[in-house]
C-alpha cells in the first residue's frame, strides 16, 4: 500500500528556490545542490545513534517540485503534463547532472522505497557497486589482461566476467577525466581572481596572446 506523502508550504518553497537556482546558473549552483542535501535528511536511529540519512518521501516529493520549478524558471510550457515535462531532455538532463552532484559532493543516492521490493533491489544495487568498487582498485593494465585470458578461453561465463571487466575500465577512465575536469576548474578559478587582481596592462595582454595562441593551436 502507497503512503500518501505531501510537503508542506514551507518545504515546497525550499525545493521550488533549488529549482529555480539551478535554472539560473549551473556553473554556482552547488548551493543548490546542497540545499537539497540537506532538505531531503533526517534524523534516525541506527545501532543506537542518531544519524542523518536521506530520506526516501522527501527525496521523491522534493525532486518533483525542483524539476517543475526548473522546467517554469528555463520557459518550458507549463500546460503540459508533469509526466511529459519531467520526460523532456531538458529536464531529464537537468536531473542527471544534478543527482551527479549530489552523489559527488554529497555520497548522496536516492533512498531505497521503504518496502519489501524497494529494499530487494537496493541490496542488489549496493553489492553489484561494491563488486565493481573492487574491480576498480586494481589498474587498467590489470583489468586489460585479465580480459585477455578470458576471452582466450570465450565461454559464455568467461565472456560475462571480461563485460564485468570491460565496465570497470570504462569507469575509471571516467573518474580520471573526471578528475581531470575538477582540477582544470580549479585552476580556471585560480586564473580568474589572478586576472581580475592584475591591474597591469602588459602582463594582461602577454596572458591574453598566450590563451589566445593555445586556442588556436587547439
Known sequence: MDIQFQLDDSQAEVFTNIGELFA?????????????ARAVEIATEVDGEIVKKPDYY????GSDVVKLAYAKKIGLDMKLPREALFDSDAVKG??????????SNYGLTKPASPTTEGQKKAKQRSKAQAEM?????????????????????????????????????????????????DAIKELQSEVIKAVKACL??????????????NDARG
Open 24 to 36: 539560473v546558473s549551473e556553473v554556482d549552483a552547488n548551493q543548490a545542490v546542497e540545499d537539497f
Open 133 to 181: 568498487d573492487e574491480l576498480k582498485q586494481k589498474s587498467i593494465q590489470e583489468l586489460q589482461a585479465e580480459i585477455a585470458l578470458l576471452t582466450n578461453k570465450a565461454t559464455k561465463e568467461n565472456l560475462k566476467k571480461a563485460g564485468k571487466l570491460a565496465t570497470a575500465i570504462e569507469a575509471k577512465n571516467k573518474d580520471l577525466l573526471k578528475d581531470r575536469m
Open 94 to 103: 537537468m536531473w542527471k547532472r544534478f543527482t551527479a552532484r549530489l552523489e
Open 58 to 61: 522527501l527525496w521523491v516529493a
Open 200 to 213: 597591469d596592462e602588459v602582463v594582461l595582454n602577454e596572458a591574453l596572446d598566450l590563451l589566445a595562441d
